[in-house]
């Protein structure tokens, strides 16, 4: 199947729009990030996706839901970041063929339940590509002045596949690394564990989980057992979606 970046159609009772690809950089190896001009900007809130939708010449289309990645803003412009998948529909697409200047179909932004209003105190845990809407947070808190209220723990492979290597590292954050970590860090490598954790809970913040299902899943267990309400954990889940 042959898949075209963006009908040209605007579907305004769905609210699609063309958004022109402004830039592509790469992230990590497997992770590329999409700078988008929206025709119709709506601020979004961090936390929040919008739904991508490829249109092939024979009418078929393929949906997928990408978090924003930037901070909210007035710009107009929004940033997602895909993480490529082996024989990924949708995300093999974005990386193989889509350059600046072709349209993107987007209809956004999305999601209440995982949005960050910016200013309550918040614990951010992410795996994988999973850190792209706790980087719209960590982003935001920064650039309002307030990196006190967000705490951004991250599980990353290797340092090869930390996204936004060069930004997210601060005294804000911690990298957890799972097959290989960086010379001389002092946390062996493995899997997230309640340890990884416990030091930053402060109590009374809401906790924002994000990454596959069994990502999530464990995640969310070892922030209950690190005593953290599980009224207090919302959780997105990275997966097949349509
Ligand atoms: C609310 C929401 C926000 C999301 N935000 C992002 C984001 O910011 N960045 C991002 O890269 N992805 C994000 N995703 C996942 C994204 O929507 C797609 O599922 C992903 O890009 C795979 O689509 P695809 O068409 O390439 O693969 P598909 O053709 O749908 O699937 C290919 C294979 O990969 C498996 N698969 C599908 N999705 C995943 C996954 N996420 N992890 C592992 N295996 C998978 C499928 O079961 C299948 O075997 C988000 C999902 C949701 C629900």
Known sequence: MTLTPG???HRRTLRWQAARVLAVRDETPRARTFRLALPQP??????QHFVL?????DGYTASRSYSVASAPDDSGEIELTVEKLDGGEVSEFLHEVVVPGDDLEVRGPIGGFFAWSGD?????????????????????????GHPDLVRLAVSARSPADLYYADELPGPDTSVLYTRSAPPGSRRPVGRLVVDDLVPLVRGGEDVYVCGTAGFADTATALLVEAGVPVGKIRVERFGPSG
């Not at 709506?42 to 936390?47: E, F, I, S, T, W």
């Not at 850190?131 to 960590?138: F, G, R």
């Open 42 to 47: 709506r601020r979004h809130l961090a936390g």
């Open 53 to 57: 939708r490829l249109t092939a010449p």
């Open 120 to 144: 309550t105190p918040a614990l951010l845990v992410g795996g994988g590509s999973g850190v792209v809407p706790l980087m719209a947070m960590l982003r935001q808190a920064r650039r309002d």
């Open 7 to 9: 009908s040209t159609t």
